[in-house]
């Protein structure tokens, strides 16, 4: 399958990438790893004329240790997440769930900044940003701008970064005590059915769920069930509160609304609770 | 675009549309060894090595690996002499149609190149990317494992 023909602009410096974006607009699509657009384009489910390829902005990809926060670089690859010493010391929940992504040979090419600004609702790592209260710092023309995860997300594949915005970084609280990712799949290279993500951090507890709404969502019930110091199993009976999922050949609304329930529990025990 | 990618050491230089995949660009390159399965980044029968690790070629651009490395499977052996996987995949029979047997031996090269100190659970989970539809896993792990092995022990 041969993807629409479209230009190719290769991107020298971020600047140049605003520059192109802010040119080209809403026709034009960054690539990086290209692991979920270039799929897209060749079922042709998109058909981006311009593609801006920032695949080798080696400043995007790092993992920076911070006072209070890790920074990771929008380019960083999920490989590079799953195994950075950094990253498995303070932030552990984003290291397994790079981990779960696809298989190695997606590992080696996608990056965590291309699966956030994809925002499919069905993807691992949006879930993990949210539930660790992450924030995610985008630069356009006018500089950078920080956006708490729980306002990145909009809709289906949609997000608040605006056409001639790059992600640029991704930043993660320390002070993990306890995390898990559930991840409710047939076969192992497939997205999830249903996941969990719970972070432990700072005495708080997050928890989302992904591929339940067309973005990931917090299960806002479940953490305050905790923090009025409800058990794990009692608040996990609470993890399809308001919830209404969609049903596909993988699983009925029902199903989808149980497996949240069932991978909560599961969850909310492996991080310890 | 111009582009030149190194193939298995050698440089080439050609023009291609932007949209050019790489495993077609190989192909065309006469290097047909890199099969196209699924083409939906799901089967790994295309996978290569790009500056060494695994990937899928048929959800990369040639443009992408522009004045990058690639080695295919035509590349693994060193004239008559078989690379350690291809030669471990014979012993063990690790292939039934053979369709699949490509990607696997790369998939399997990048895995062992990661971490030469596997166990069966590992290997089974590192080929997750690679689908065998004769079903012959059993062989293709005994393989691997087999090709660890002599990783360990300094024969790669």
């Known amino acids: ?273 | 675009m111009k582009v030149e990618v190194g193939v298995n050491g050698v440089a080439y230089e050609r023009d291609v549309e932007p949209r050019t995949l790489l495993v077609y660009f190989l192909r065309k390159l006469g290097l047909t060894g890199t099969n196209v399965g699924c083409d939906t980044t799901s089967c790994g029968a295309c996978t290569v090595l790009l500056d060494g690790e695994s990937v899928k070629s048929c959800t990369v651009l040639a443009v992408q690996v522009d004045g990058r490395s690639i080695t295919t499977i035509e590349g693994l052996a060193d004239g008559e002499e078989l690379h350690p996987m291809q030669r471990a995949f014979r012993e063990h029979h690790g292939l039934q149609c053979g369709y699949c047997t490509p990607g696997m031996v790369m998939a399997a090269v990048s895995l062992v190149a990661e971490n030469p100190d596997l166990d069966e659970h590992q290997v089974r989970e590192g080929l997750e990317g690679n689908l065998c539809r004769c079903t012959g896993y059993h062989n293709i792990v005994a393989a691997v494992l087999d090709a660890a092995q002599s990783s360990r022990e300094g024969a790669w």
């Open chain 1, 1 to 273: 399958m041969i993807p629409v023909a479209f230009d190719y602009v290769r991107a020298e410096s971020l600047d140049e990438a605003i520059a192109a974006l802010s040119e080209h607009g809403d026709e034009a699509k960054l690539l990086a790893g290209g692991h979920s657009l270039l799929p897209l384009m060749k079922l042709r489910l998109g058909t981006p004329s311009v593609l801006v390829d920032i695949g080798r902005l080696s400043e995007l990809s790092f993992v920076r240790d911070e006072d209070t926060y890790i920074a990771i670089g929008a380019l960083t690859r999920h490989h590079d997440v799953q195994h950075d010493t950094i990253v498995l010391r303070e932030a552990p929940l984003l290291a397994a769930v790079a981990g779960r992504i696809g298989d190695p040979q997606v590992r080696h090419r996608g990056t965590i900044g291309g699966s956030l600004a994809h925002a499919d609702p069905a993807s691992d790592l949006p879930g993990a940003v949210l539930a660790l209260d992450g924030t995610l710092v985008a630069r356009g023309p006018a500089g950078d701008r920080e956006i708490p995860a729980s306002e990145f997300f909009k809709g289906f594949l949609e997000t608040t970064l605006a056409p001639s915005e790059v992600l640029v970084e991704i930043r993660v609280p320390k002070g993990t005590t306890g995390h898990s990712y559930q991840k409710f799949v047939r076969r192992s290279q497939d997205w999830a059915i249903v996941g969990v993500a719970v972070a432990r951090v700072n005495g708080h507890v997050g928890v989302s769920l992904v591929n339940v709404a067309s973005t990931p969502v917090r299960a806002t019930a479940v953490e305050q069930a905790l923090a009025s110091g409800a058990s794990a199993a009692d608040a996990a009976e609470q993890a399809a509160e308001g919830l209404e999922p969609t049903g596909d050949a993988n699983a009925t609304p029902e199903f989808r609304r149980h497996l949240a329930r069932v991978l909560t529990r599961r969850g909310l025990v492996e991080a310890g609770l």
